[in-house]
């Protein structure tokens, strides 16, 4: 079984190194290919990559190449996890939309917008050479936003599938919690990327026992620290939202607070440059502590699972994944991508049923969608209208004056980005 990985010079990369060595009796990867333009970090994460097949015995050959479609040719799976632009990139994104009082952040409001424009086109390209020179490869994009990137490609006819890790953090912290083994757990979780709920937490499939209640009620104050909103919020709600909701139901506070620190892309690229340091070294031959703090917790194991179901391994039946609403969600289209529970095989994956969602949140998934169609007519066809009218529709912006203003930062900082611009 042979799997690319673009993006393959990301400091996020050992991590999924990690769970592809651990998990290989899930996924028996004999060839796994790294690809990235940044020759120098390429290697870094590479040499790093094969010392740790070699410490836990895992025969397969790690290979690391520039060329893109060298790298792709005869995979039977390419996960995607680029970053077009960098941190610096990123650092514009979290900083110029706090200049009209709006949140900064690098997958959602103004700054996820211009995160999609410039990284659809480019995974569009990247999807139409895996297809010219392996078809029958699935992509899996764990490419942010994911919701978006996943849309782009599946309306271009691509075999691809979206994948997050906020739903399998939330498992293995709820299983924690409640003194269950991970894969007991199974989450009826809601909603579109990075804008989830959790609305039951049941114990051995999909129709057991709906451990939410007991775990607010023993857990409760350890479940909103962590999400960093009050008890009484989540106590009223009687569910757990995704952590990013917290964007939306403390936008304000969230604005202040981040005009008074560092950015988290400052903070990221400074653990990077340290990150690289560490994985330059070559006594090291496993993932370092440091790593832990970068994100994406449990992303390897998401990864490993996805694609083994896939791939027609032994993946877990049910998975989140983000893939059509195809009917899921009746107040959304058909073609709406949505993060959910859904059977995973060799088909690709089905959402499962869900139970009608309240108001309180069918509104804002609604909401969200929308902006996310403007978006992708943005992300494909460009102008300066075309991003006025996503800003505008966008429920952490909305007002013109708002939209006029980051329409012209997201456009000054992205030029070079925009084929259009």
Excluded at 239 to 266: M, Q
């Amino acid at each position: 079984m042979k799997l690319t990985v673009v993006g393959g010079g990301s400091t996020y990369t050992p991590e999924l190194i990690d769970g592809f060595a651990r998990l290989r009796d899930t996924l028996p990867i004999t060839e796994l290919v790294l690809v990235d333009p940044a020759a120098e970090r390429l290697e870094l994460v590479g040499g790093l990559a094969r010392r740790i097949f070699a410490k836990q015995d895992h025969d397969g050959k790690v290979t690391t190449t520039t060329d893109l479609d060298a790298g792709v040719e005869g995979a039977d799976a390419v996960l995607l996890q680029l970053r077009v632009g960098g941190q610096a990139a990123r650092q514009q994104d979290e900083t110029w939309p706090l200049e009209c009082g709006c949140v900064g952040q690098e997958t959602t409001g103004a700054g996820g917008l211009a995160k999609a424009l410039r990284t659809v086109p480019v995974v569009l390209d990247i999807a139409e050479r895996v297809r010219r020179t392996n078809p029958d490869a699935w992509i899996i994009d764990f490419t942010n936003p994911v919701g978006i990137v996943t849309r782009a490609l599946l309306q271009a006819g691509h075999k691809a599938v979206g994948l997050c890790n906020v739903a399998i953090g939330f498992q293995r912290k709820f299983a924690k919690l409640l003194g269950v083994a991970p894969s007991e757990i199974h989450l009826d979780h809601v909603g579109l990327n990075h804008l989830t709920w959790e609305r039951a937490v049941r114990i051995g499939g999909p129709e057991g026992e709906n451990a939410l209640p007991r775990l607010l009620a023993e857990h409760g104050d350890a479940v909103a620290d962590d999400l960093r909103l009050p008890r009484p919020v989540l106590d009223r709600l009687g569910v757990v939202p995704s952590y990013y909701l917290r964007y939306f139901y403390a936008h304000d506070e969230v604005v202040r607070e981040l005009g008074t620190k560092p950015s988290r892309a400052a903070e990221v690229a400074a653990m990077e440059r340290e990150l690289l340091e560490l994985y330059g070294d070559p006594a090291l031959d496993e993932k370092p502590a440091l790593l832990s703090k970068r994100g994406g917790a449990f992303y390897s194991e998401a990864a490993v699972d996805l694609a083994a179901s896939l791939l027609g391994g032994g993946g877990s039946p049910y998975q989140v994944v983000n893939t059509y609403n195809n009917g899921t969600l009746p107040f959304l289209p058909d073609d709406a991508v949505i993060e959910t529970q859904a059977a995973v095989g060799a088909h690709g994956a089905t959402p499962l049923p869900v139970a009608p969602v309240d108001p309180l949140y069918a509104g804002l998934i609604a909401h969200v969608t929308a902006y996310e169609d403007l978006a992708l007519e943005a992300a494909l066809r460009g102008g300066r209208d075309r991003v006025f009218k996503a800003l505008l529709a966008h429920p952490l912006v909305g007002q013109y004056a708002y939209a006029d203003g980051l329409t012209d930062r997201l456009i000054a900082h992205n030029r070079e980005h925009l084929a259009w611009a």
